[in-house]
């Protein structure tokens, strides 16, 4: 009797670890998603367009992400967050043994990783401490479990815990970052006019488009595209105008010109030093595009 009452606090004992880390791994995925979200907000990069498809096409991914996820963080707390908290209680009782314990297990992996992508050694720094902290979060929550001074919490308890805390942290990132948003932290590109448009721009491939002060343009070589993505060649003289639009966002460039079938609309992105101006190869859906970048 006493050998099957200790087998089951043991396997209630391990569940509440297991709960504990899967509950925390999970919990950071989010917060992390999150953070990734703001991170891209501030990212150089045109303004793609979305349309229905998108929507179900990165919501059938999300789903798919969130089940491997869940089998991956499962299969990380059973061989990595737990065993770390266990060795780290081996070799000392301090709460600080987690972190080192974790950092040294993540250097080898993530500085390989790092070296063999030519990450840098920034790159590689950033990602080793992310690793470090992604485990040892995890493990100290795990740790109290340990304890065998401190009260046994079941798992369900340790859950209801960690899913209130949690859900207070999600709503408190997504609040934050929706008055960032609002206040209009984030990527725009950068305001032009006629002056800073004027001169030659070109894509890289030998193809230039020149753009007077007196709206005259002059195209050599550069490609055109129809909705289905066939290239065309255009070269010639015609003219050209800036749409400043309501915003940042809104802003472009029309060029006409002769002996091609239709004109170029560029739009914005960039930087103020380095501007540059793109339109869209083929379907806008697809998100390819055709770039030009200042010429000197």
């Known amino acids: 009797m006493r050998s099957e009452m200790r087998l089951i606090r043991a396997r209630e004992r391990y569940g509440a670890l297991l709960t504990a880390s899967i509950t925390v791994l999970i919990?950071?995925?989010?917060?992390?998603?999150?953070?990734?979200?703001?991170?891209?907000?501030?990212?150089?990069?045109?303004?793609?367009?979305?349309?229905?498809?998108?929507?179900?096409?990165?919501?059938?991914?999300?789903?798919?992400?969130?089940?491997?996820?869940v089998v991956a963080i499962a299969v990380a707390s059973v061989g990595l967050v737990i065993p770390l908290a266990q060795v780290a209680g081996w070799l000392g009782r301090a709460w600080w043994?987690?972190?080192?314990?974790?950092?040294?297990?993540?250097?080898?992996?993530?500085?390989?990783?790092?070296?063999?992508?030519?990450?840098?050694?920034?790159?590689?720094?950033?990602?080793?401490?992310?690793?470090?902290?992604?485990?040892?979060?995890?493990?100290?929550?795990?740790?109290?479990?340990?304890?065998?001074?401190?009260?046994?919490?079941?798992?369900?308890?340790?859950?209801g815990w960690l899913a209130l805390y949690g859900t207070l942290a999600v709503v408190t990132a997504v609040a934050l970052?929706?008055?960032?948003?609002?206040?209009?932290?984030?990527y725009e590109p950068p305001r032009m006019s006629v002056e800073r448009l004027a001169g030659t721009w070109t894509d890289g491939e030998g193809g230039t488009l020149v753009l007077g002060k007196d709206g005259r343009a002059t195209a050599t070589g550069l490609n055109m595209y129809d909705f289905?993505?066939?290239?065309?060649?255009?070269?010639?003289?015609?003219?050209?105008?800036?749409?400043?639009?309501?915003?940042?966002?809104?802003?472009?460039?029309?060029?006409?010109?002769?002996?091609?079938?239709?004109?170029?609309?560029?739009?914005?992105?960039?930087?103020?030093?380095?501007?540059?101006?793109?339109?869209?190869?083929?379907d806008p859906d697809s998100w390819d595009t055709y770039e030009l970048e200042r010429r000197g």
């Open 177 to 186: 970052a929706g008055i960032g948003r609002w206040a209009g932290i984030g």
């Open 97 to 159: 043994w987690i972190p080192v314990v974790a950092a040294s297990v993540s250097l080898a992996p993530v500085f390989g990783w790092a070296l063999a992508h030519h990450a840098g050694f920034r790159g590689a720094l950033g990602m080793w401490l992310a690793a470090a902290a992604g485990w040892a979060v995890p493990a100290l929550v795990v740790r109290r479990l340990l304890l065998p001074d401190r009260p046994r919490i079941g798992g369900g308890a340790m859950f």
């Open 27 to 69: 919990l950071e995925a989010v917060l992390g998603g999150i953070a990734l979200t703001v991170w891209t907000w501030t990212q150089v990069s045109p303004d793609l367009p979305y349309n229905a498809m998108n929507y179900v096409f990165w919501a059938v991914m999300a789903v798919v992400l969130a089940v491997v996820g």
């Open 228 to 282: 289905e993505g066939t290239k065309e060649e255009c070269s010639g003289a015609g003219s050209w105008s800036y749409q400043p639009g309501g915003g940042a966002w809104d802003q472009g460039v029309g060029v006409t010109v002769e002996g091609c079938e239709s004109g170029f609309s560029w739009e914005f992105y960039g930087t103020e030093e380095q501007p540059r101006l793109f339109s869209y190869i083929g």
